[in-house]
């Protein structure tokens, strides 16, 4: 038997290959799935991948084999050289595939290290099988043989199992990758060394020489330039890499401490507003959910000016660090103190109702009784603390974190050092509610917020002679609100003028489509406050809507407040004529509680009074009250007007009033303001019973 030496130099240059280019393609395969891999590429990297790896076992066998000191003349069977590439080929695509699977079981595993194993046993012995020696034949040792292919398999699998955790670890990644390296290259190295002990190399008798011609092995050699010069590449691209990712580390890190920055206060290193605005919606959320309660206390440390204008801003500063870090201590994974401005901090405690709240506060309150002591001074401070609780006082982090602040303001004014809960009757909520409405007003034509209901009247049959528009407001978070809520505020900003004219094209627009439909629900009143009377366009507005709309006049009614007609009476006169003088009716509303003079009611031009609601409330048999509305619609009637009566609530009030002789009545009793859709239902209704009462009627007179 030919006994075989080997060049050392060769053999640490095979080893040093295939350390490479074991490594390259452990971080080839890192850059190739972080930055190209997703269902669309998956084929294409895992190809990509697996040529890299089979590769590599291929190229240290056949650097290997040169090493080898084989006799003069050997050559390569090209086919099996290349068949040997194949079957290392399919065996690393198919490792390569079990590693990107979501989850590696055992099963997969010893399947992946079988099939990596057996490939890399199937390359090294075609590999061996194409090397031809002339008048040289090979023989194997079997247990040799099956030693290497255990030996192979093992370390196929150990290789595969570290390679999934690269995958799936975040720490670690440069060891694991190493000892994947160093694993995989003993392996292969184990496999080649073994299999050269299990070959035997004896001569051919010299009977049986063979002449043969020289061969070239330009191939092999060719292929193994090309692969090394493709590792180097794939080499340099990694370490083009590693410098990437220490620069991306340095970003990351860098991202780390700004978005710190962004979401903690500088000082006090607390969560700001903005990381406050983030966890609310996520613990409010989870609170709504299991209708659970949350507390919130606004906590403000009182006299906090004096203290920086007493003993200078570094200690102001120094006093709000060290206040953060005393009220740490009840920072837990459901408690949250946040710096919100200033001296201004909120504490944000899930799970709470108010007694625990309460609890809380007295709790921060005791906390400051030991002062603090700064650059020699010791510092005293009291806290005024407002609490407010989810869901009772606000159902977003806006509404609580305002009424804790009432709250707040509310414990200053009772002597600070104490808590007050939020309360809605106090006079601060009531500053704030009014000023969030008046900023809304604004908002609200322009997105369609104002709707109108109608409320009918009715005349002494019960019948339907006439409806009063009336304007409400759907809030898009208070819900619906009454006139008394908003008109007020509308007076102050001059936005009233607006709100009018709305409600005039509205109540126009809806006379229109009752006269086309036949519906006699008109006269339809609006009501018009003293700034929209003395409003110089108005004469103007009302020709435009009427001829806009093309509308009977008297189909509609203005009417205004006693206390409106007569505060400029020489004006009102004037106003109310051109008014009539384009054929809209008028009414004075809450008729008798103003301040008005029958001898100027002569003068005014309008067609109805309405009797307010203050004589109807207590109206009983032989009452004061009956007396004056007796008088009230007398009179009333000499001067030629009709009479409405407002807030009719009971049976006994419509029978006083229709024995005195009042024709019109408005009131609970008949109908509550209802949308147009309802009125028409309700008007409908009531001539289908009033024909079938007048066919009732017919026939028992026939």
Known sequence: MLALGYDIWLVIGSVLVTLITCYATFATKRILFKHFYNNKDEKLVI?????????????????????????????????????????????????????????????????????????????????????????????????MIFMSMIWTILGSGCTLWIAYKIKTETNYILFLRITATLLLTTTILGLHFLGMIAIGIQPLPNEMYQTVPNQDNALILGLLFIILAVFVVVSFIFLLESCLEKRNIQLHEANKKLKHFMFHDNLTQLPNRAYLINYAKVALSEHRLHRESLAILFIDLDRFKSINDAFGNHVGDEL?????????????????????????????????????????????????????????????????????????????????????????????????????????????????????LMNDLFAAIENDQFILFYQPKFDQNRQICGVEALIRWQHPTLGLLTPNQFIPLAEKTGFIIAIGYWVLEQACKQIALWEEQGLKLYPVSINLSTIQIE????????????????????????????????????????????????????????????????????????????????????????????????????????????????????????????????LSFQGFLFGKPVPKEVLKIQFLSSKIEENVIKKDQDDTSS
């Open 47 to 143: 190809l990509t991948t697996g040529i890299l790896l089979s590769a590599s076992i291929w190229c240290m066998h056949f650097v290997a084999v040169y090493a080898c000191d084989y006799p003069e003349g050997f050559y390569f069977d090209n086919k099996l050289v290349i068949a040997s590439y194949l079957v290392a080929l399919i065996a690393a695509i198919f490792a390569i595939w079990i590693t990107t699977r979501p989850k590696l079981s055992w099963v997969k595993l010893m399947l992946g290290g079988f099939v990596l194993g057996s490939g890399m046993v199937g390359m090294h012995y075609i590999g061996q099988l194409a090397i031809q020696i002339p008048n040289y034949v090979f023989d194997y040792d079997g247990k």
């Open 320 to 436: 709000l660090i060290q206040f953060a870090q005393r009220m740490s201590q009840f920072s837990t994974h459901h408690k949250k103190i946040f710096r919100i401005n200033g001296d201004e901090f909120l504490l944000v405690s899930e799970h709470t109702n108010l007694e625990q709240a309460e609890q809380l506060a007295q709790q921060i309150l005791a906390m400051m009784h030991d002062g603090f002591s700064i650059s020699g001074h010791m510092v005293n401070i009291t806290l005024s603390i407002g609490i407010s609780l989810f869901p009772d006082y606000g159902e977003n982090l806006q509404d609580l974190m305002m009424h804790a602040d009432i709250a707040k303001l509310v414990a200053k004014d009772n002597g600070r050092n104490t808590y007050s809960i939020f309360n809605y009757q106090t006079e601060e909520y009531a500053e704030r509610y009014q000023s969030r």
């Open 535 to 662: 409003h110089k366009l108005l004469i103007q507005t009302l020709k435009e809507k009427i001829a806009v709309y093309n509308i009977v006049p008297e189909h509609l009614m203005i009417e205004v407040t006693e206390t409106t007609a007569m505060h400029h009476i020489d004006f009102s006169i004037h106003i109310f004529e051109r008014i009539r003088e384009l054929g809209i009716r008028l009414s004075i509303d809450d008729f008798g509680t103003g301040h008005s003079s029958f001898l100027y009611l002569k003068d005014l031009p309008v067609n109805e009074l309405k009797i307010d609601r203050a004589f109807i409330e207590n109206l009983t048999p032989e009452s004061k009250d009956e007396a004056i509305l007796e008088s009230l619609i007398k009179l009333t009637q000499h001067l030629g007007l009709s009479v409405t009566a407002e807030g009719v609530e009971t049976e006994a009030q419509f029978e006083i009033l229709k024995k005195l002789g009042c």
